[in-house]
């Protein structure tokens, strides 16, 4: 998770495994035989799946296991609607490639920009979901997951 997330995206280890203890929370690392492939972690709503985190181990990446990974979580939560967060598109930014990538990714796997974004320690997010939902629904998800605690994620805003 270090490797794929940018520092202020992670949460401590001790707390992602403390929410895991809860039924709507799932935290699954995925293997090849014997080989770490990567993990999922996300939160199950009655309609909803929030991923929270899906990284794949950088020595297996490009040969589909996140593909794998979500097709798993599909599978698991029997069509429910899946949304997540990205950093939103930006060309000028240092990690510009890997953003198109990661859109690439999920685009590849049915799940899109929804045109809308908010805005977290300034950095832009976009929302990303495999049916039509928008930013108060996913911040209501996060809440859940969070147990109430919420987020620091700000704005409503239609991606620009």
């Known amino acids: 998770m270090r490797e794929a997330f ?5 949460a ?4 992602l495994n ?5 039924k709507a929370v799932h935290f699954s690392a995925f293997f090849d035989h014997d080989q770490f492939c990567g993990l999922c972690y996300y939160f199950e709503s009655q309609n909803h799946v929030l991923i929270a985190f899906l990284a794949v181990n950088s020595q297996a990446r490009g040969h589909g296991y996140g593909s794998q990974i979500l097709d798993a979580v599909k599978h698991q939560t029997m069509g429910k609607t899946i949304v997540l967060s990205a950093e939103a598109r930006d060309a000028s930014a240092p990690n510009a490639l890997q953003r198109e990538k990661r859109f ?4 590849q796997n049915g799940i899109f920009e929804t045109g809308h974004s908010f805005k977290e320690g300034g950095v832009r997010y976009a929302l ?3 049916r039509a939902t ?3 629904t996913y911040h209501a998800l996060l809440r859940q997951l969070l ?3 919420g987020s620091k994620r700000t704005g409503t805003s239609p991606a620009k």
């Open 18 to 22: 403390l929410f895991a203890h809860r």
């Open 128 to 130: 990303l979901a495999s």
């Open 6 to 10: 940018p520092p202020a995206e992670l």
């Open 104 to 107: 690439h990714f999920y685009q």
């Open 147 to 149: 147990l109430g605690l």
């Open 134 to 136: 928008n930013v108060k």
């Open 12 to 15: 401590p280890m001790w707390l």
